[in-house]
């Protein structure tokens, strides 16, 4: 599976954006799907996930009620829209896919993608 990630670029606080993530191949309804993010200086961290069948949603506690991540099975494409956007949420965001279910542990995804800038301005 190869994913690209797209959607990123620079917005004001309180804004929102839509970062989309499309997968190569057929079996691409067959994996959870997750959002990370990495901070300058900082570890990457768990966003939101999404199971196969998205069915089951998480989100960090920093987002959950901000952000929702859809995904859309016939265009192989999960998506992150971010509303009420923070400063704080300024990071380079990565789509990453699974086959153990949706899951907040970056050590339980197989593949990632390539990242996304957010940029969010006080």
């Known amino acids: 599976v190869q994913l690209q990630a797209s959607g990123g670029g620079l917005v004001q606080a309180g804004g929102s954006l839509r970062l989309s993530c499309a997968a190569s191949?057929?079996?691409?309804?067959?994996?959870?799907m997750g959002w990370f993010r990495q901070a300058p200086g900082k570890e990457r961290e768990f966003v939101a996930a999404?199971?196969?069948?998205?069915?089951?949603?998480y989100y960090a506690d920093s987002v959950k009620g901000r952000f929702t991540i859809p995904r859309d099975n016939a265009k192989n494409t999960v998506y992150l829209q971010m509303n009420s956007l923070k400063p704080e949420d300024t990071a380079v965001y990565y789509c990453?896919?699974?086959?153990?279910?949706?899951?907040?542990?970056?050590?339980?995804?197989?593949?990632w993608g390539q990242g996304t800038q957010v940029t969010v301005s006080s």
């Open positions: 990453a896919a699974g086959r153990m279910g949706a899951t907040i542990s970056s050590r339980e995804y197989d593949y």
């Open positions: 999404i199971s196969w069948s998205g069915g089951s949603t």
């Open positions: 191949g057929r079996t691409f309804s067959s994996y959870a």
